[in-house]
């Protein structure tokens, strides 16, 4: 078992910066045996789910942060103790991406007045304040900056950070960070920045840096970082470079056990939609189902009475009344407003759900499977899919933040990844391949002639 583990490491997540899939830096740790590791992408925690999964397969508990960028330009590494802190954390990152353009993160400093319970912090990479100002030899303003973050974060929260990664002035500026902590009796950790799982993994990264920047690799030099050192290290290639800081290896296991938040998964902690006094949702999702039966069928016969009242069994039991009301309010203010919409998809199997509205397809007139769309057995939050009407789709969206609010709605991504014919004319391009070589390559190096 090693006396360290990583704890501020970038996946492909940090997008065109690092340089390894979540999955491979678990793997990586698991090999240097590693009992954890943590994942701080910038400003997002898009790996979390691919880097939970991960880590329980290879036994490696997971500790979950994100380096922020500040407003001024900072950064600053955050760690997650347990739920509140997971919950702090999307606020802050969701405030630093809504206070900059598309595609940047900028935390406002005082945002973090307030959120920081559940966190702990370290004082960055040298882009983070107190490292930028010790460099030029500002220990004035260093010291003020760790007394602002040691006041928001409490003493045994803020932690100063260390990394060595043999550039000639490492030395001179870890002496000073420990300095300044013992000064102001605060603990302080190494880590190592990591971009990539092996030193052999560097040239991507390079490349992926060029890629971002639109920069040429032989015009890059003052983009690209100095060395290969910046990869997943076990104690003793570490070691010999904190010689006289040992702590801050071990310190790494003490912040490490601190941190045992766990992602949840199955159905999301929803709004409660609002249903009429006396009522609970699942009585209120009854009686809009029994209110529209006359409206769907010419009498309601025994079959329909009896798959009715088998679905809503089901939906009771996997707590999903809730769900089923907060998509019919949407499907509702949409027909109130002439807003084409309409569900599609497995939906099309519930009988509840024509009843609502959320799909027009008669699943017992055309012999569907209730159980295709959720059951007893697989009782996970089902997917009803909506189509909304393109040129009006907006009014929706605005509607759901408005009825819910801002803290209960959000817009969901999609990544664009790589494929053969992007990749190599990326890498060509940043790499100074001739533009017809780049073009003409396949995964075998072959032209496209003898494809």
């Not at 560097?202 to 639109?214: E, G, N, S």
């Not at 941190?259 to 009854?286: H, I, K, M, N, W």
């Not at 799909?359 to 769309?373: Q, T």
Request: glycine letters at 6%.
């Amino acid at each position: 078992m090693s006396d360290y583990v990583e704890l501020h490491c970038h996946s492909h997540f940090s997008l065109l910066d690092g340089a390894a899939q979540p999955e491979a830096l678990v793997a990586r740790a698991a090999e240097l045996g590693m009992t954890a590791l943590a994942l701080t992408d910038h400003n997002a925690v898009y790996g979390a789910v691919r880097f939970a999964q991960a880590a329980q397969a290879y036994g490696v508990r997971p500790i979950f942060g994100a380096e922020l960028t500040l407003e001024t330009g900072y950064h600053l590494t955050l760690l997650v103790e347990h739920e509140i802190g997971w919950r702090n954390l999307c606020w802050l990152i969701n405030q630093a991406q809504h206070n900059a353009p598309k595609g940047e993160a900028a935390l406002p400093v005082e945002a973090l007045a307030g959120r920081t319970e559940g966190l702990i912090a370290l004082s960055g990479c040298r882009q983070g304040e107190i490292a930028a100002e010790l460099l030029p030899g500002n220990k004035t303003g260093a010291l003020a900056a760790a007394r602002r973050y040691r006041a928001l974060f409490g003493p045994t929260h803020f932690w100063i950070e260390l990394q060595h990664h043999l550039r000639p002035d490492d030395e001179a500026l870890i002496d000073s960070l420990v300095e300044l902590a013992r000064h102001l009796e605060l603990g302080y950790v190494a880590t190592n920045n990591v971009h990539y799982p092996t030193r052999t993994d560097c040239r991507l990264q390079d490349v992926l840096v060029c890629i971002r920047h639109q920069t040429r690799l032989s015009e890059a030099t003052a983009l690209l970082r100095p060395n290969s050192e910046f990869y997943l290290k076990a104690a003793p290639h570490l070691r010999p470079l904190f010689v006289n800081y040992p702590e801050a290896l071990t310190n790494t296991l003490k912040i490490a056990d601190r941190c045992r938040f766990e992602l949840r998964y199955g159905l999301q902690a929803l709004p409660r939609f609002p249903t009429p006094p006396s009522l609970d949702a699942v009585g209120y999702l009854q009686q809009l189902c029994q209110a529209a039966l006359p409206q769907r069928y010419t009498g309601s016969s025994e079959q329909i009475l009896r798959q009715l009242e088998h679905e809503l069994t089901i939906i009771e039991q996997a707590g999903l009344a809730n769900y089923f009301l907060i998509v019919w309010d949407i499907v509702r203010f949409a027909q109130a407003y002439n807003i084409r919409c309409q569900g599609r998809g497995s939906a099309a199997n519930s009988l509840v759900a024509y009843l609502l509205n959320l799909s027009p397809v008669d699943p017992l007139a055309h012999d569907l499977v209730f159980e295709r769309f959720l059951s007893a057995e697989r009782t996970l939050t089902p997917d009803i899919d909506l189509d909304l009407q393109a040129d009006r789709r907006e009014e929706v969206i605005q509607y759901v933040y408005q009825k819910y609010g801002l803290e209960h709605a959000a817009m969901a991504c999609t990544f664009v990844t790589y494929r053969q014919r992007s990749a190599w004319r990326d890498v060509g391009r940043y790499w100074d391949y001739p533009a017809v070589v780049s073009a003409r390559r396949t995964y075998f190096g072959r032209s496209a002639s003898n494809r």
